[in-house]
């Protein structure tokens, strides 16, 4: 009923095991949910997350999604990760989320990850800065 709009969902990601962050954001999901069928489709997205640690935000007692705590957007593609990539994908995930391993096998998981395009650093009341990349 939604068909062409753009909504959001809440998926687990991780960008690689704890001792190996990679920035690059990799997902486990599957096609019985509306978001990867919509994503295989159309692979633009967008990804925001909270400043759940800063110093700020934890030193005052403050919600990490209250505007004065920072939030990172990247956007970007999403894709099906390559099988050459599968197996660091799968640690990553497992490793930061052991309970996937008991997800129902019938559901058919995969792995995607978003090429990050543009990387966006808001702080405070909508102040927004680019950054690169490559950074």
């Not at 068909?3 to 599957?30: A, H, R, W």
């Not at 998981?109 to 543009?118: D, G, P, S």
Request: net charge negative.
């Amino acid at each position: 009923q939604i068909q062409g709009m753009p909504y959001g969902n809440c998926l687990l990601l991780s960008d690689g095991p704890v001792n190996n962050s990679t920035g690059i954001p990799f997902f486990y999901v599957t096609l019985k949910d509306n978001t990867v069928a919509d994503l295989l489709k159309n692979p633009v997205a967008s990804l925001t997350l909270p400043e759940a640690d800063g110093n700020f935000c934890r030193k005052n007692v403050i919600d990490p999604e209250d505007p004065r705590c920072a939030r990172l957007t990247l956007t970007g593609q999403m894709v099906t990760v390559p099988p050459e990539e599968v197996e660091f994908a799968k640690q990553a995930m497992f490793s930061r989320h052991p309970v996937v391993r008991k997800w129902p096998r019938s559901y058919e998981w995969f792995f995607m990850k978003m090429n990050i395009e543009h990387i966006w650093l808001q702080s405070w009341y909508g102040e927004v800065s680019a950054i690169a990349v490559e950074e």
